[in-house]
């Protein structure tokens, strides 16, 4: 499984970009990228998932580059409510549904 | 459909008790899983089902915790005896297939304190 690696927390203003870059340097070839979010006291809660280039939707977006060893995290205008702790995650098909959860950035956004 | 549904919501018991987490995962969902989150290590994979079978229990910390899914719309954890390192939030999750094309959904998780 690929290990991932992202900074452990990463602080903001309400009405900022935030952009948090994950490193995935043995990413193989069958595996996506998942970000999911969790705030205190719940559950993690899917994001986005990519495999290249640019997916976007209507919380964030993913930038995926073209050797896919790194991807970031995207969120436009955030507000207090995004804070919490982002996850990267790698995977693909081969393993079968297993998620592994590294540690996480933990993101504060300030009035 | 009203999500993944965990209960108790909270446990509070005292060392050697045997504690029993229940999950009914998303109707229609093949997948299971019992996730462990604490501070010092972070959220943790202990076992997985797929169609009710177990999958990959290689995250089970030790004997004294086992799982279940008897049906389609039922999963335990119990621990027994339980310990105060087994203090922790126990998260269930399910999916409707593979990693690769489908999410995982959470449940709320139960907190569970071992005295």
């Known amino acids: 499984l690929a290990k991932t690696t992202q900074p452990i927390s990463m602080d903001s203003y309400e009405g900022q970009e935030v952009n948090i870059t994950c490193s995935h340097n043995?990413?193989?070839?069958?595996?996506?990228i998942t970000w999911y979010q969790q705030f205190p006291s719940q559950g993690p809660r899917f994001i986005i998932q990519?495999?290249?280039t640019k997916v976007t939707n209507e919380v964030a977006s993913l930038f995926i580059p073209a050797d896919r060893k790194s991807s970031t995290l995207s969120l436009p205008r955030v507000s207090l409510s995004d804070t919490a702790v982002y996850y990267c995650?790698?995977?693909?098909?081969?393993?079968?549904?297993?998620?592994?959860f590294g540690q996480g950035t933990e993101l504060s956004v300030k009035p | 459909d009203a999500g993944v549904i965990q209960s108790p919501r909270h446990e509070v018991t005292e060392m050697g008790q045997e504690v029993t987490l229940r999950c009914k995962p998303i109707?229609?969902?093949?997948?299971l899983f019992w996730y462990r989150q604490t501070m010092m290590r972070g959220l943790e994979l202990l076992i997985y089902?797929?169609?009710?079978?177990?999958?990959?229990d290689s995250g089970m910390p030790e004997d004294r915790f086992s799982a279940k899914m008897p049906n389609a719309s039922f999963s335990t954890l119990k621990i027994q005896p339980s310990e105060p390192r087994d203090s922790a939030v126990y998260f269930c999750?399910?999916?409707?297939?593979?990693?690769?094309?489908?999410?995982?959904?959470f449940g709320p998780g139960t907190r569970l304190t071992v005295l």
């Open positions: 089902f797929n169609n009710n079978v177990p999958i990959d």
């Open positions: 109707s229609g969902h093949d997948y």
């Open positions: 999750a399910s999916s409707p297939g593979d990693f690769a094309t489908d999410t995982q959904y």
């Open positions: 043995n990413i193989a070839t069958n595996d996506y």
């Open positions: 995650l790698v995977g693909g098909p081969n393993q079968g549904g297993k998620l592994i």
């Open positions: 990519g495999y290249k």
